[in-house]
Each structure stands twice: as structure tokens, then as C-alpha cells.
């Protein structure tokens, strides 16, 4: 079935300090890829959409310069979290496929960032 | 305004004792609900699509059904491994052709030997 890997699956900084995280379809091209967020206890919302080649679609209330997304391939799309701050601390999930077709989102396995 | 309801919050079984988690949704324009299972500190894992009412869908001791406003998800004779968050999610236009989920607050499942 179908494989999106995240990496790193868990970092902690310092606050100020840029965090870039990695989410890769491994075994089928993505020309769009998401990025969402999710809190304890709490569902995933939806942060951006990560279009290869052209600029990222934010949800209302994103901050776009915060999260920074590059999609600049069929298989990768980046999301930069810029100067964070504690009250960026969460889980981090990407997601990929099942954007045009009949065919599902199939989820990479998170990455918990901790801001000090 | 598109939204996914889903219910119970929590679920406590016994091994084997069967159940349904409910998950109701008020969108413009349905293109597909979504089942997933979630384990802690994992990403969603993806279960079922339906895409109309009456559709049916099994996996092992899961079952999910749809109608017009809401889905099901089955868990007969439920094993200790089936303990996790289930995720139901309907996606919706969104811009062009392009679609994108929108997620229930998921039904925590814990089942106990």
C-alpha cells in the first residue's frame, strides 16, 4: 500500500530556533501533499495544502511566514516552522494522495515538536 | 458551514463485546467519508471509503455503513488490539479540484481482556 514517511519524528529546541520538517510519499508521486496539526486529545486540523511547483494554500488563521511549506518535487514537501516559540509545540502530521482522485490520504507517522 | 460530528467521545468493552461508533456529518457536497484508526503517537492509518448511501464496507471485525447523514463504524467480538483512536473524516471541495478532509474529534476505544 501506498507509504509517506515523516522525518524527524521527534525534535526539541530552543525557542527562535527553525525546525524543518520532511514528509516524502515513498512508493507513488504526490502532486499535493498536506500538513496538519494536532493537539493532545484533539482532532487534526488542517493547516495547508502543498501544491508541487506553486505556492502552498493556508487554512484561515495560518500564519503563512510562520510555517513556511516548499513542495518542490513529486515526492517531497518540506514545512519550515520559523522562529518557534513553546506555543508552537505540537504534533505535526503530513499527508498525501487522495487530493483529485477516488483513492485516500495515507498519513506519515507525525513529528512531536517541543520548543523550550 | 461543513461539519463532522462523532460519537461516543469514549468507548470502554470487555473482549468480545460488540459495539458501534457513530459519526455524522453536515456537508455541501459529500466527495467521500473516511474511516481511519489512529494509534497514539502514530499517524492515522487508513480503514474505509464510502462514497454513497446504503455503501457497505468490512475488514476483519470492522464493518462501516453510510447513509444520507451519518456513518457507522462496527467492532464485533472486539480484541484488546483493536484499543486506539477512530478517526472519521468527510472530504469536501476545495478550490478547483482539489479536495481536502475535515475531521471528527475521533471516538476513543479501549477494550479491555
Known amino acids: 500500500g501506498a507509504v509517506v514517511s515523516q522525518h524527524p519524528s521527534w525534535v526539541i529546541c530552543k525557542s527562535g530556533t527553525s525546525v524543518k520538517i520532511e514528509c516524502r510519499s515513498l512508493?507513488?508521486?504526490?502532486?499535493?501533499m498536506f500538513w496538519y496539526r494536532q493537539f493532545p486529545k484533539q482532532s487534526l486540523m488542517l493547516m495547508a495544502t502543498?501544491?508541487?511547483?506553486?505556492?502552498?494554500?493556508?487554512e484561515q488563521g495560518v500564519e503563512k511566514d510562520k510555517f513556511l511549506i516548499n513542495h518542490a518535487s513529486l515526492t517531497l514537501s518540506t514545512l519550515t516552522v520559523t522562529s518557534a516559540h513553546p506555543e508552537d509545540s505540537s504534533f505535526y502530521i503530513c499527508?498525501?494522495?487522495?487530493?483529485?482522485?477516488?483513492?485516500?490520504?495515507?498519513f506519515g507517522d507525525g513529528t512531536r515538536l517541543s520548543i523550550l | 458551514e461543513d461539519q463532522v460530528t462523532q460519537s461516543p467521545e469514549a468507548l470502554r468493552l470487555q473482549e468480545g463485546e460488540s459495539s458501534s461508533l457513530n459519526c455524522s456529518y453536515t456537508?455541501?457536497?459529500?466527495?467521500?467519508l473516511f474511516w481511519y484508526r489512529q494509534d497514539p503517537g502514530k499517524g492515522p492509518e487508513f480503514l474505509f471509503t464510502?462514497?454513497?448511501a446504503g455503501e457497505e464496507k468490512e475488514k476483519e471485525r470492522l464493518k462501516a455503513t453510510l447513509t444520507k447523514k451519518e456513518s457507522f463504524l462496527h467492532i464485533t467480538a472486539p480484541k484488546p488490539e483493536d484499543s486506539a483512536t477512530y478517526l472519521c473524516?468527510?472530504?469536501?471541495?476545495?478550490?478547483?479540484?482539489?479536495?481536502?478532509?475535515?475531521f471528527g474529534t475521533g471516538t476513543l476505544l479501549a477494550v479491555q481482556p
Open positions: 499527508s498525501a494522495g487522495g487530493d483529485r482522485s477516488n483513492q485516500p490520504q495515507h
Open positions: 512508493d507513488f508521486q504526490a502532486t499535493t
Open positions: 502543498s501544491n508541487e511547483g506553486s505556492k502552498a494554500t493556508y
Open positions: 456537508v455541501s457536497g459529500l466527495r467521500g
Open positions: 464510502l462514497y454513497s
Open positions: 473524516a468527510v472530504r469536501v471541495a476545495y478550490g478547483g479540484a482539489t479536495n481536502k478532509l475535515i
